[in-house]
């Protein structure tokens, strides 16, 4: 057992790279925005998983007499008493400790010869003003906040520019290791918790930027939902007072970062009175965008057709600034033609498939089903990783044992159900560039993340069968 700084642990890419880890970074994001700032991880023979400790089971443990518990924990918990917030209860199973490498966590475990001042001091939200050149407010770099004082929680970080902001506004946050930072799991928060409002705030975003809207006015505009650009501490001191609160509450890790305002670069910002120049591209990319959308099978809702319009200018400056002679136009339906791409883009512009309906209706209805699903894939990996090595057909790795194992346990009528709804979720083809054969997965991310998630509730009660058996065992 090691006691670990979980807001530490939520930001370790090298911790989340592991498939059996990463699908938990939303749960623990979730578990530190409600108020978990230390933990234990437990690492036992069958299991490694996360505890958090609250205050008040900190303070117990500090308060033991030294027979009761180890003296150098004890006076850890002391310490760690003194910051730490009542937060509900929470455990995350992070699977078998075989697969798992707790050396990426070394700098996360919390040492007692750290001061709480040193721990604190680290974990600052420093607000730094940036000058925004008056007409170009759409994508140049300035921080944006959530804080609203009911929530009782420091201000959170939501967004580095309007543009990023209003474009991913309802998107999910990428649950893939690296590629999710803070700010997007804080953003995808934001609009959980304004699911009413979000449709309305990129649209009205949107038309400012057509209109050349000023800060001033998107600063005006946000502040309705509590969002907050270029804030400076004053800005949340200010939102305390009004509803009659202490005007540092919430803001112990707020500091201002005091000195001249950096102003950024523009960058590609099209002012509203050049609009009638560039109505004329803009409008063929939106029936180009439409006719793609319609081409392969996407939702060729307004939406889509605006967010393909914008990947195919952005594919148009990328090809102009690498000279390539090449249109936008061209380098999507090149992208489109590969599967394996097309996926991807899928995520982003597809309805659900009926190949996504069809696998949740059936890897769904119970959480050993999921499981099976899960570890048919792993066995699925694991026999081309070994034909490609040139092991024998008939040679059983360690998946393939899990999944026979596992297999026992459903009936043999079930078993075919699952193994031909699975074998329909994969593409198997010959690609002629590489001359190999390809076998890849046409289920979502969405979908798979589903399963993923229902998977662990068959784990969770099988570990809960072996803790059960192993107390009786021992009475």
């Known amino acids: 057992m090691k006691f670990v700084n979980l807001e530490k642990l939520l930001k370790n890419g090298d911790f989340f790279e592991n498939p059996w880890v990463s699908s938990d970074r939303y749960d623990l994001f979730n578990h530190v925005y409600n108020g978990s700032k230390y933990g234990v991880i437990f690492i036992e023979d069958g299991e490694v998983a996360i505890h958090n400790l609250s205050k008040k089971e900190l303070t117990t443990i500090s308060n033991l007499e030294d027979y009761e518990f180890d003296p150098e924990y004890k006076k850890v918990s002391k310490d760690l008493a003194k910051v730490a917030p009542n937060a509900p209860d929470f455990s995350i199973d992070l699977g078998d400790p075989m697969s798992l490498d707790l050396s990426v ?111 001033d006015l998107f600063k005006k505009y946000l502040r309705k939902y509590d969002v907050y650009i270029n804030p400076s501490k004053k800005d949340f001191e200010d939102a305390n007072v009004l509803l009659g609160l202490s005007k540092d509450t919430n803001l112990n890790k707020v500091v201002e970062k005091m000195e001249k305002p950096k102003q950024e670069k523009a960058i590609g910002y099209i002012k509203a009175n050049s609009k009638k120049d560039k109505a004329t591209p803009n409008l063929a990319r939106r029936e180009n965008a439409k006719r793609l959308l319609e081409e392969y099978g996407f939702d060729a809702t307004e939406e889509n057709i605006e967010k393909m319009a914008k990947n195919i200018e952005n594919e148009d400056k990328f090809n102009k600034q690498l000279k390539i002679k090449k249109s936008g136009l061209e380098s999507v339906k090149l992208e489109l033609a590969d599967p394996e791409i097309r996926k991807n883009y899928a995520e982003t512009y597809g309805k659900k498939t009926e190949i996504d309906k069809k696998t949740e209706q059936v890897f769904l209805e119970k959480p050993i089903y999921s499981q099976w699903f899960m570890q048919r894939d792993r066995e699925e990996k694991e026999y081309e990783d070994l034909e490609r090595l040139g092991f024998p057909s008939f040679y059983q790795g360690e998946e393939k044992q899990k999944f026979e194992k596992l297999s026992q346990k459903i009936p043999v009528h079930t078993i075919r159900k699952l193994e031909n709804a699975y074998v329909a979720t994969r593409d198997i083809y010959f690609d002629d560039k590489t001359s190999e054969v390809k076998n890849i997965s046409l289920v979502s991310k969405t979908t798979k993340a589903k399963i993923e998630k229902n998977s662990k509730k068959y784990l969770a009660l099988e570990h809960a069968k072996k803790a059960s058996r192993n107390k009786k065992l021992e009475r």
Do not use: M
Request: proline share 5%.
């Open 105 to 215: 966590i070394e700098n996360d475990y919390y040492t007692p010869d750290k001061t709480i001042d040193d721990d604190r001091a680290k974990a600052n939200i420093v607000l730094k003003p940036t000058s925004i050149v008056k007409g170009l407010e759409w994508n140049q770099k300035q921080d944006i906040y959530y804080y609203n004082p009911k929530n009782k929680k420091e201000p959170q970080l939501i967004g580095k520019d309007l543009e990023s902001f209003a474009d991913y506004l309802n998107e999910p946050a990428k649950i893939d290791g690296l590629s999710t930072t803070l700010v997007d799991i804080n953003r995808e928060h934001f609009a959980k918790t304004h699911q009413d409002q979000v449709k309305n705030i990129q649209r009205n975003l949107y038309i400012g930027r057509d209109k050349n809207a000023n800060e």
